[in-house]
């Protein structure tokens, strides 16, 4: 199946994907401004994002019972109260506030992730066909548009606060595509199956692994080409533009490539490939160099997280395929919970080319999670 096709059965949550790329693209390339502006240093910038992990976690809890009482609007709510809370972080100068307010962002994020993954899910069972690196694909192309947007706007002085705003009213003109019916599916009669506690763990800890690896570079790539490499604002911006764009192109591939191979696989292979990447990253004594690994990066992990979750929604009884993505997405986005604590304690202590290092440690930690995958199912 190509993409565009991918796309056509599954636009509605595609679009749910565009809104939360747009808003996290800015936000990571607004991170040396709204760093500044709190006057943090790295381990107290790296504790004040613990705000949006506990939001998000919290919201992995909630959203399935959510999402039974919203229904078809679930989506259509998370999307208006995360344009909502996107309104506040970048006009905070308390550190203390602007950790509950990317809490705030944190869960309305997370709710709204849960139910978009799970009507990306419900599609790939009706149709029979992977749709999740497509609609994860165009979260990549929006989170580079927003960084992108935000390069040209930090060099004109804008600060976060109007930027932000702007992307709610996209956000808010997208609201009318968000409304899908939901597919009720009750156990079967006489389901004996045990809870699949082994799968839905194993699966959330390769999505923790793309996660926080995503997170890390997300949060500090723009501060390791800025004060490391001593590149410029717009130079800066560069380096999470760089990694969401590449991530789109590996998306894009990953939906042609998980047509033809196993999942399990290809997680093998790009776990390696996007290690390679942290590395040059990690040591690049230039930003083009560095845009080069974190581009390597981008196209490897780019497939992990979403495989990850649709392994979860896949390989558990059909009535259970919600929770078992709510699950796998509450230790995947865990990695929200521990990489800006991670990162910010050992850039503090190391320097950012040993943190980036760790990244690529952390990749390599992939294959043997797959490898258990496969052997058990």
Known sequence: MSVVNALKLSYRPAAAFVIIGLFWGCFAAYVPVIKAQLGASDALFGTLLLGSALGLVSAMWLAPRADRILGSRAMQVGAFVLAFAWLWPGQMTAPLLFAAAMGFVGLASGLLDVVMNARVSELEARHAKPLMNANHAMFSVAYAVGALVVGVTREAGIPPAPVFAGFGLVT??????????????????????????????????????????????????????????????????????MLGLTMAIGRFSGQAVAERFKEV?????????????????????????AYLGFGILGLGVSVIGPIGIALAGKLVAPHLRTEAIS?????????????????????EAFGLRVAFLGVAALLLSAVPLALTVKRRH
């Open 327 to 347: 699950k796998a997405a509450v230790i995947g986005f865990s990695g929200f919970f521990l990489a800006p604590v991670a990162m910010g304690v050992l850039s």
């Open 172 to 241: 808010l003109a997208l609201l009318p595509l968000l409304r899908v019916d939901v597919t009720v599916v009750e156990a079967e009669e006489g389901y004996s199956g045990g809870y699949p506690s082994g799968i839905i763990l194993l699966c959330g800890a390769i999505v923790l692994v793309a996660f926080m690896s995503e997170a890390t570079v997300e949060a500090w790539s723009a501060l390791h080409i800025e004060r490391t490499l001593g590149g410029g604002a717009a130079e800066g911006a560069l380096g999470p533009a």
């Open 265 to 289: 696989n290809v997680v093998l292979i790009a776990a390696l490939l996007s290690a390679v990447g942290a590395v040059i990253a990690a040591l690049a004594p230039s930003p083009a160099v």
